[in-house]
């Protein structure tokens, strides 16, 4: 498995299957895998498809020698996917009223209400124990959250920055 991949598996946990601490989840079946990515599978089948990419993480700033250099920081993008049609251009066969409505106001509704259960729930530093690198902390990056309308879909990005340890604190440095 990658360096990332479990934290990658528990991202998609929290989006998917309800997993975290009470009060901070997000409900089963809300967002689901996608079955391609988001760009190009099947315009239906992107309704609140789910993706999270983690890209590489570098060291976090000045850090004492003596301590390693294991804290880090790390881009955590959750992607979701929503399907679109310009107003008028709606297909005899489509339903946009089961889709939630298809036109750009009812999928920026949901893209917004979709962001704040992503903020509370991925956020939520209780719901990353137990992994290596341990989590310190999820935190909201503060620029890059859009909604990309393409020619037959919408995608939310929902940025965050992921600080990472690679070993337990209170392990510093060699004995000697």
């Not at 990515?37 to 993706?51: F, G, Q, W, Y």
């Not at 790390?74 to 107003?87: C, D, I, K, N």
């Not at 124990?129 to 959250?145: K, R, S, T």
Request: charged share 20%.
């Amino acid at each position: 498995m990658s360096y990332f991949g479990a934290h990658r598996a528990l991202a998609l946990a929290v989006l998917t299957t309800g997993t975290g601490e009470a009060g901070h989840t997000i409900p089963l079946g809300h967002f689901r895998l996608p079955s391609g990515p988001l760009e190009t599978c099947e315009p239906d089948a992107c309704e609140r498809a789910v993706e999270v990419l983690i890209s590489s993480s570098a060291p976090l700033g000045m850090q004492n020698p003596l301590d390693g250099r294991d804290i880090r920081v790390t881009p955590l993008v959750v992607r979701v996917g929503y399907r679109f049609a310009a107003e008028g251009s709606l297909d005899a066969g489509v339903d946009a009223t089961m889709l939630g409505g298809a036109d750009r106001g009812s999928v920026e509704d949901r893209a917004s209400e979709d962001a704040a259960l992503i903020l509370g729930a991925v956020s939520w530093q209780p719901s990353w124990a137990g992994l290596d690198p341990n989590v310190i902390d999820v935190a909201p990056a503060d620029e890059g959250w859009s909604i990309e309308l393409l020619a037959d879909r919408a995608i939310l990005s929902s940025p965050f920055t992921m600080i990472t340890r690679a070993t337990s604190p209170g392990a510093y440095g060699p004995v000697t």
